[in-house]
């Protein structure tokens, strides 16, 4: 364990280039058929690895929810990630994952963590797109590449798993609060691209709130393809890309094509260097922040407050 602790505080300073670290574990066993599955999460939303110490439990608390630990003078929720997606450990909860991400912590009980491995986004498939995952897996990552017997691990949506097991008892876009609507050029929308259900949920409503008309994407490759698209027709029309585009709006971790790759190909081309681009992103940090600008970002946000998500799309297409 304490190897793959070593490779994910190495490996949080990767310079992302359509690559990602994915950690592996495991969850215990399903009811269907005995067999223990390969799960992942990136590494840059975990902030360490732990041997599972011991936890509180809390009274009233909401199921799947362990209790809290005390980690280093932080008191840290503790999910119990299988049976959440309806896992059996065989033995035991062993290990905590702490996460960073969309400006919470928590911990993650597992089973095993198994190790770290160096993918190209291209070899994970949207699992929408698939056919799987139920609504907790965003994508499902070919481990070994384009082998036909190639291993498989659901990447989980933590999103909607801490939706899931603990809702917001408040409004997640308040129209009252989010502001002025947004004055666009008429005929022009917002390119959004999330690989999250819920995150694409949430930003759906927060650019109906301020009157943002939008075309949503699941990946970067898709959102890439359709602004291609776009240019394309914006041509065959005697116009510009800035009649049809206002901005883009997108996540940095999609299967297919990562939103660092998307704003880089953007920024790279003639056709669309002029175009502003905000990534809107779970995964926080200096690290993560500074790679946003490496890439020529426009503007980062973190997810998900509405009111900055809106105040951040206003100041951008101002300027």
């Given amino acids: 364990m304490s190897t793959v602790q070593h490779e994910v505080d190495e490996r949080t300073n990767l310079i992302s280039s359509n690559k990602f670290e994915l950690l592996l574990f495991r969850l215990g066993v399903d009811t269907v058929n005995d067999r223990s599955e390969l799960f992942g999460i990136n590494v840059f939303k975990v902030r360490e690895i732990v041997a599972m110490p011991e936890i509180t439990a809390v009274a009233g608390a909401l199921p799947h929810n362990l209790g809290v630990v005390n980690l280093r003078g932080q008191i840290i929720p503790v999910i119990d990630l299988p049976s959440v997606v309806g896992r059996t450990p065989k033995s035991g909860l062993n290990i905590m994952l702490v996460t960073e991400f969309a400006r919470s912590t928590q911990g993650f009980a597992v089973e095993s963590v198994e190790e770290i491995v160096r993918l190209d986004w291209s070899h994970v498939l949207s699992a929408e797109s698939s056919a799987a995952g139920g609504g907790l897996v965003t994508s499902i990552a070919r481990l070994d590449g384009d082998a ?22 408040n409004k997640d876009v308040d129209s009252e609060t989010i502001g002025a609507k947004l004055r666009m050029k008429p005929g022009s929308v917002i390119m959004a691209a ?33 602004l291609q698209a776009m240019q394309a027709t914006a041509v065959a029309e005697g116009k510009s890309l800035k009649d049809k585009v206002a901005l883009v709006l997108t996540d940095l971790e999609m299967p297919e094509m ?33 790679h946003v600008r490496s890439v020529g970002a426009d503007a980062y946000v973190a997810k998900f407050v509405a009111e900055e998500l809106a105040a951040t799309i206003r100041e951008v297409i101002v300027n």
């Fill in 194 to 226: 999330d690989d999250s259900a819920v995150a694409r949920g949430l930003i759906g409503q927060a650019l109906d709130a301020i009157g943002a008309p939008y075309i949503m994407s699941k990946t970067g490759k898709e959102c890439w393809d359709k």
């Fill in 148 to 169: 036909e017997d190639t291993r498989l691990a659901q990447v989980l949506d933590v999103e909607q798993i801490l939706r899931q097991i603990a809702p917001k008892g």
């Fill in 258 to 290: 990562d939103g660092f790759t998307l704003t880089r190909n953007i920024k790279q081309d003639d056709r669309f260097k002029d175009l502003p681009v905000i990534i809107h992103s779970s995964l926080s940090g200096t690290t993560n922040e500074d």
